[in-house]
Each structure stands twice: as structure tokens, then as C-alpha cells.
């Protein structure tokens, strides 16, 4: 028998992937509440117990996905401090692309499909900091220097482009390209696929 707190989560989680098939078949302008509560099988009271308005269910999503991608790369920057070679990158790119893809039809609903950019500057910031931060570990540098800022905009906006791309067109994209691809442009940069 399920304890409440499960139940209260299943009835939440059911909320959740409701909204993203839906944002599957039509944009989140056109999408209200009772469209979401009916693909849940609940009623408005219920959805209204677990979010104030549709805004609110995507901020939701929002920040759980963030709060998932901030403790996969927590993790992996303990573990990289440890090993301490940084010749190859891509268990880590992995890693990090495998919450991705455990989130693929809600990354792809929230930065392609809701209309709306806010999502796409919070993931943007969000991997800014986590840059930053990996680029002061890897380097032992504790103060932030402009080329650290620069480059931490610069590779969390090419990131994040390439999380949308993939999102979007996830049935032709292996997780394994994406991994090769960002593992190659980081380690031997763009020129690489020009020569």
C-alpha cells in the first residue's frame, strides 16, 4: 500500500507528464488547466492543490530539472578532483547528457515547445555558474578572471544550443554523438572540424 507523501508524488508526477504530452500535440498558449487536469485523469481541484496556475507547473519543472543537473555535475566534480586528468571528457559529458536524456521530452517541451525563453536563460545562467565553478576547480584558480567569465558565456551559450538542438531532435541524434561532439569541440576546439 502506498504511504500519502507516494501518492501525493505519483499524483504530481502524473500532473507533470500530462502537461508535457500535451505541450507534444500543441503550444503552452494554447493549453489551460482543465486540458491538463483531464490528460491526468484529475480533477482542477486536485491539479490546484499542487500548483497555483500552469505558469507555476512550469516553473516547477523547471527547477527540479536544474536541481537534477546540479547534483549529477556536484558529483562529478568531486569525482574529477579526484582522478585529476582531464584528458577526455566524455564520462563526464556523459554523465551530465544522460540526465538530459532521462528528462528529454520535458528539456525539449521547456526550451522548444512553451514559447517562452525564460527557461532557456535560467538553464543558461545555471550552467554559467556550474562552468565557472569547474573552471576554478580544474584550475585551481580561485578568482575569476574576464577570460573565465568570457569563456564561461561562451561555452554555456554553444551548451546550451546544442542541449536544444538534441532535445529538438532527439530521434535522429544519439546521446553517443552529442558526447563525441562536445567532448572533440572542448578538447581541440572548433578549428578541429575545419581543417
Known sequence: MQSRKERTEETKKLIVNAFIELLNIKDAAHI???????KAH???GT??????????????????????????????????KKRNDYS?????????????????????????????ISFQ?????FLIEQNIMTFKQLTNHKKLTKQTDILANYTSSAVLGVIKFW???????EKSDIVTFINDVTLHGVINFIK
Not at 536563460?121 to 545562467?125: I, P
Open 32 to 38: 489551460n488547466v482543465i486540458d491538463i487536469a483531464k
Open 42 to 44: 484529475v480533477d482542477r
Open 47 to 80: 491539479f490546484y492543490r499542487y500548483f497555483e496556475n500552469k505558469q507555476a507547473l512550469i516553473e516547477d519543472c523547471e527547477e527540479d530539472f536544474l536541481d537534477k543537473l546540479y547534483f549529477v555535475h556536484k558529483d562529478l566534480l568531486s569525482e574529477a
Open 88 to 116: 577526455d571528457m566524455s564520462s563526464f559529458i556523459e554523465q551530465i547528457l544522460t540526465t538530459i536524456e532521462e528528462n528529454i521530452h520535458m528539456v525539449n517541451a521547456l526550451l522548444n515547445k512553451t514559447g517562452n
Open 121 to 125: 536563460e535560467k538553464l543558461r545562467g
Open 167 to 173: 532535445s529538438g531532435n532527439y530521434n535522429t541524434y
